[in-house]
C-alpha cells in the first residue's frame, strides 16, 4: 500500500472544483486516508517547497499557495503516487492527457488546480508537513476487492 500527498490549490477552490477532483480520485480506487481544508502558513509553504528556495518562481509559488484555502488530502492505494499523477496529468495543463484534471480545469503551469507528490520519500516528507500520525486512517472499502488481484 502506497500513500501520497495531494493539495487542491487555490485555484481549484476558489472555482468550486474541490468536489470534482476529489471524486476523480476516488474513482480511479485511490482511498482517502486524511482530508483537511486550511490556510497554509508562509512558514508551512516555505517548507513545503524548500527545495524551490532560490528560484525565480520560488515566491510567486510561495504566495499563490498562501492566497487561498486549499484542501490536503492523504490517498493511499496500489501504486498510489502514479495512478495520482496520471490523474492530474502534466504539470503544464497543455501538455497533459485530455480527461485529465490539469487537462480539463488547468489554466497554467502555476495555477494548475492540484499538487501531487512525485515519488516515495517526497510524499512521506509532504505528509508528515500536513498530517499528524494520527489523523490518517487506514481502512478497507467493501469494493477494494474489485481493484487488485
Not at 501520497?4 to 468550486?16: A, E, M, S
Not at 485511490?30 to 483537511?36: D, E, N
Not at 512558514?43 to 528556495?53: D, G, P
Request: hydrophobic fraction near 40%; glycine fraction near 10%; charge should be neutral.
Amino acid at each position: 500500500m502506497e500513500r501520497t500527498l495531494i493539495i487542491i490549490k487555490p485555484d481549484g477552490v476558489q472555482r468550486g472544483l474541490v468536489g470534482e477532483v476529489i471524486k476523480r480520485f476516488e474513482a480511479r480506487g485511490l482511498r482517502i486516508a486524511g482530508l483537511k481544508l486550511m490556510q497554509i502558513s508562509r512558514e508551512l509553504a516555505e517548507a513545503h517547497y524548500a527545495e524551490h528556495r532560490g528560484k525565480p518562481f520560488f515566491e510567486g509559488t510561495v504566495q499563490f499557495i498562501t492566497s487561498s484555502p486549499v484542501v490536503v488530502m492523504c490517498l493511499e492505494g496500489p501504486n498510489a503516487i502514479a495512478a495520482a499523477r496520471q490523474t492530474m496529468g502534466a504539470t503544464r495543463p497543455t501538455e497533459a492527457a485530455p480527461g485529465s484534471i490539469r487537462a480539463d480545469f488547468g489554466l497554467d503551469i502555476s495555477r494548475n488546480i492540484v499538487h501531487g507528490s512525485d515519488g516515495p520519500e517526497t510524499a512521506a516528507r509532504e505528509i508528515a508537513l500536513y498530517f499528524k500520525p494520527e489523523e490518517l486512517i487506514s481502512y478497507q472499502r467493501a469494493g477494494d476487492v474489485w481493484l487488485k488481484e
